[in-house]
């Protein structure tokens, strides 16, 4: 079957298998590998992208689901050449080991502070409870959400 979506800005259309998940569709038909793929069973969050907005687990969405809907994975949160504050937050504060995790925690990170710009530590928390680091004690991520929302992206100023 023919799908038709807009992936971090772009339109793209693909023949799939009416059964291939969302995420290897990102990763194997269009290259946009930022996006993990972790336990095919929703349990672990590495997969989280965006889809019209909303963070869901790619291993639960079939490509088919996302036909004509708007799609943003990790590798469309820098723009341009500037990172997300997340994406710099997570390097400042080390909020990442193996980085496995890491694009999926960033996603939901910079939902989080899209719709609540200066959360609790529990709010931070209780936001990236979903997704497993088996790496870290969650301190730094924390850290590393908690300094993106204190230092949100400056406005680009048109000349």
Not at 5 to 29: A, K, T, Y
Not at 127 to 133: E, H, P, V
Request: proline share 4%; with cysteine; hydrophobic share 35%.
């Amino acid at each position: 079957m023919q799908v038709t979506m807009r992936v971090n800005g772009e339109e793209v259309s693909r023949d799939v298998e009416p059964r291939l998940l969302l995420v290897h569709f990102v990763r194997e038909r269009l290259g946009l590998t930022g996006t993990h793929w972790g336990c095919d069973t929703s349990n672990c969050g590495t997969c989280v992208l965006w889809m019209d907005g909303e963070p869901v687990k790619s291993c639960t969405v079939l490509a088919a689901m996302a036909d004509g809907r708007d799609i943003r994975t990790v590798e469309g949160l820098e723009k341009g050449t500037q990172l997300d504050p997340v994406q710099e937050g997570f390097m400042r504060e080390h909020g990442l080991q193996c980085g496995f995790c890491t694009p999926g925690m960033m996603m939901t990170a910079r939902w989080l502070l899209d719709h609540n710009p200066d959360p609790s530590e529990h709010e931070i928390r209780e936001a990236i409870s979903g997704q497993i680091c088996r790496c870290t004690g969650y301190e730094n991520i924390v850290r590393a959400i908690r300094w993106a929302a204190e230092h949100p992206a400056k406005e680009e100023v048109a000349s």
